[in-house]
């Protein structure tokens, strides 16, 4: 994944590359598509995980499509539980919107004089950054128009939560259209932070960062590209004729293929077995008491049966079929690797899988490299622009990076099988002929070239 194919105004993605920042953190790159396509999103996420980036970059992308409501209030607002992280807000605001021009950020910070505050009110405010108590003062005062506010970030919701300012934070939310976007970041998403998104976010997109990275450390993930079931099935051979799986988890689709690949890989001479929901609880019982000793080397399962399995052994996970949702995949090749072993994870993916690979990419931040086995290559060679999937030539199996930044063998397993994205149109329409503006705050003012794609004011 690469900044490029987020989509951002081409502004923005200038002051990216000025910031140093070579690719999206894990949590950038799952949060900016799902808030550029409008979703509202619930994140855990703590700080130093490129979180605030996650929400400036897609509410400065917003503020490049004029409003339609005619009002001088805010268009963002950014409560925090403190005076420092709104400050941190606010410099990020004005760093990554700094190409922009007529963008206003305005900061409302408890213990600070009000004048000044009623002042900065009164004139036109693109992103305002708060923390809850002093802005719901000026609320009362009348000082603030929310008519055309669109995006909604609650950022540490799980402080403000533990500070008390909660009903604050739901009585400012009530002060603003019920149409808008809103965005809530805290380092755990426990129950308390789920009755705050029942209440005001609407059917979110939930995102998980920081406990998927620390687990996916110490797995290897392989990807092959697969013809047909005849292709798959003789790479499947090849691989359980390894020495080095000991044991492993075959992945199906379906029961019913569980069965019959179960049935297969035995008669082809391997020792493998099916688990799956519907095999009653003394042959699963006794099917998983033969993997724990070792007894069974080979296990075909779906992904519901396969929860939870702890065994040690497992050296190899294998996705004969990818799973429909991302977080599968992370409970999947979690059956690897398991009490600090290291552990590889292969998948099969034909030219239909290019979407549901890219969603898994996003949801993990890391790119799976591409494998051939010499004699089994491919006949299909993902392209640009054919089936979703842009490629080149696949890659001989390296350990990936443990971190997000700087990774440069991430990036050599990008290219390695290419960008999706490239088919997305940009989002903006006729506007940019007639558009100008610029970004101007309280303490920040950019005077950066007017931009074409942004209105007068
Ligand atoms: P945050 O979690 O928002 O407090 O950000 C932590 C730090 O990560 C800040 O210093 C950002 O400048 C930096 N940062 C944000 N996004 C990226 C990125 N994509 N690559 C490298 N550094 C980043």
């Known amino acids: 994944m690469s900044f490029e194919n987020l989509n ?31 979703h509202d999103i619930m994140a ?10 996650a929400f400036m970059l897609p509410a400065l992308h917003r503020l490049a499509t004029p409003s339609q409501v005619h009002s001088r209030g805010p268009r963002v607002l950014v409560l925090t539980p403190t005076r420092e992280l709104a400050l941190q807000v606010s410099e990020a605001a004005a760093k990554y919107g700094k190409h922009l021009s007529r963008v206003k950020v305005v900061s409302i910070l408890g213990g600070m004089p009000y004048p000044l505050q009623n002042k900065l009110l009164s004139q036109p405010v693109d992103i305002l950054v708060a923390t809850p108590g002093r802005l719901i003062d000026h609320i009362q005062r009348g000082r603030i128009d929310f008519s055309r506010l669109e995006m909604l970030v609650l950022d540490e919701a799980d402080r403000m939560l ?40 609407k059917s979110p997109k939930r995102i998980r960062i920081a406990t998927q990275q620390a687990r996916l450390d110490n797995i290897e993930q392989r990807l092959h590209y697969v013809d047909d079931i005849s292709h798959k099935n003789r790479l499947l051979d090849h691989l359980l004729r390894d020495m080095a799986l000991k044991q492993a988890i075959v992945f199906t689709a379906t029961k019913r293929d569980a069965d019959t690949l179960a049935d297969n890989l035995s008669a082809q001479g391997h020792e493998a077995a099916a688990l799956h929901g519907d095999m009653n609880q003394r042959d699963r019982t006794r099917t998983l008491t033969k993997l724990r000793h070792g007894d069974l080397r080979v296990l075909v399962a779906t992904d ?40 590889i994870a292969v998948s099969f993916a034909s030219g239909k899988d290019g979407i549901n690979l890219k969603r898994i990419e996003r949801f993990t931040g890391q790119r799976i490299a591409s494998h051939v086995v010499p004699g089994l290559e491919p006949r299909f060679k993902p392209r640009p622009g054919v089936g979703g999937m842009s490629g080149g030539a696949p890659s001989v199996a390296h350990k990936r990076s443990r971190t997000w930044s700087n990774d440069s063998s991430a990036r050599g397993a990008d290219s390695a099988h290419g960008n999706w994205d490239n088919s997305r149109s940009r989002p ?10 610029n970004v101007a705050g309280n303490t920040f003012r950019n005077s950066s070239v007017p931009s074409p794609y942004f209105r007068s004011k």
Request: no cysteine; aromatic share 6%.
């Open 44 to 53: 855990s996420a703590q700080t130093g995980t490129g979180k605030t980036a």
């Open 162 to 201: 533990d500070m008390g300012f909660i009903d604050d934070v739901e009585r400012i939310a009530s002060a603003t259209p019920a149409a808008r976007q809103t965005l809530l970041f805290s380092a755990t998403l426990d129950s308390a932070i789920d009755k705050i998104a029942t209440r005001l976010l």
């Open 428 to 437: 903006f329409g006729d506007n940019r002929q007639n558009t100008r503006g």
């Open 8 to 38: 951002l105004h081409p502004l923005i993605l200038k002051a990216i590359i000025d910031s140093g920042y070579t690719a999206p953190t894990p949590v950038q790159a799952q949060a900016i598509p799902e808030l550029i396509a409008g």
């Open 304 to 343: 519901v049966a396969a929860r939870g399995i702890d065994v040690v052994g497992i050296t190899h996970v294998i996705n004969f079929d990818l799973p429909k949702f991302a977080e599968d995949y992370v409970h999947r090749i979690g059956r690897t690797g398991r009490a600090g072993a290291s552990g």
